[in-house]
């Protein structure tokens, strides 16, 4: 079973960017579809965004908070996925959690999270206003 963790967090100012990190320290994503969730204190683990693969297609999904400012995107190796964040603002502040999921997810799938596996322990991002 995967096992990832999330790197590249920290504290940053409204406006900025970061760039977060999902790594499989033990395993290989191969076809698996990867996610990002985020929480913010006293809510609920919500999807961010998602890259799965249907044969050589490669789709990735957004919510549409983040729509237009964030960005998945999987290095060519395959063990790595990032999570470009641009423009963050206040409410972006969370702690981000990446996880995988066998094989192909749709639109509707890949924003579950009982389809997710693998649990990183996450890394906490800041942004202040």
């Known amino acids: 079973q995967l096992q990832l963790v999330e790197s590249g967090g920290g504290l940053v100012q409204a406006g900025a960017s970061l760039r977060l990190s999902c790594t499989a320290s033990?395993?290989?994503?191969?076809?698996?579809?990867i996610g990002w969730f985020r929480q913010a204190p006293g809510k609920e683990r919500a999807f961010v965004t998602a890259?799965?693969?249907?044969?050589?297609?490669?789709?990735?999904f957004y919510a549409d908070s983040v729509k237009g400012r964030f960005t998945i995107s999987r290095e060519n190796a395959g063990n790595t996925v990032y999570l470009e964040m641009n423009s963050l603002r206040s409410e972006d502040t969370a702690v981000y959690y990446c996880?995988?999921?066998?094989?192909?997810?749709?639109?509707?799938?890949?924003?579950?999270?009982?389809?997710?596996?693998?649990w990183g322990q996450g890394t906490q991002v800041t942004v202040s206003s």
């Open positions: 996880a995988a999921s066998a094989g192909f997810c749709t639109a509707t799938s890949c924003r579950d999270r009982r389809i997710y596996k693998g």
């Open positions: 033990i395993g290989t994503f191969g076809s698996h579809t």
């Open positions: 890259i799965t693969r249907n044969g050589a297609n490669i789709y990735t």
